[in-house]
């Protein structure tokens, strides 16, 4: 499956970003999918994963509350809406998938990655 982010940019203190991510290939639905982060400096960390049905979700601690995951299985799209955005949001978002239905907080489980998109949040 062929992955394409975006959706990122500059952004204020606070302010909102929506993320997509199209997906062309096979069945969409049979993918967990996640977003993906990594700051400079520091290692790629899971934000945000969803199940292949989109029933099941995961969110880290550090975006709890302020980012919702979704998906659109008849647009092979998962987005990753995000408000309350801080400075240390800013990274480099990616969106990834595994050869199954299931989500995983393990960035190694993900085997299909997307270019990524930078998200910089301005104090």
């Known amino acids: 499956v062929q992955l394409q982010a975006s959706g990122g940019g500059l952004v204020q203190a606070g302010g909102s970003l929506r993320l997509s991510c199209a997906a062309s290939g096979r069945t969409f639905s049979n993918y967990g999918m996640g977003w993906l982060r990594q700051a400079p400096g520091k290692e790629r960390e899971v934000v945000a994963a969803i199940s292949g049905s989109g029933r099941g979700t995961y969110y880290a601690d550090s975006v709890e509350g302020r980012v919702t995951i979704s998906r659109d299985n008849a647009k092979n799209t998962v987005y990753l809406q995000m408000n309350s955005l801080k400075p240390e949001d800013t990274a480099v978002y990616y969106c990834?998938?595994?050869?199954?239905?299931?989500?995983?907080?393990?960035?190694?489980?993900?085997?299909?990655w997307g270019q990524g998109t930078q998200v910089t949040v301005s104090s």
């Open positions: 990834a998938g595994r050869s199954t239905v299931f989500l995983s907080v393990r960035p190694n489980e993900y085997a299909y």
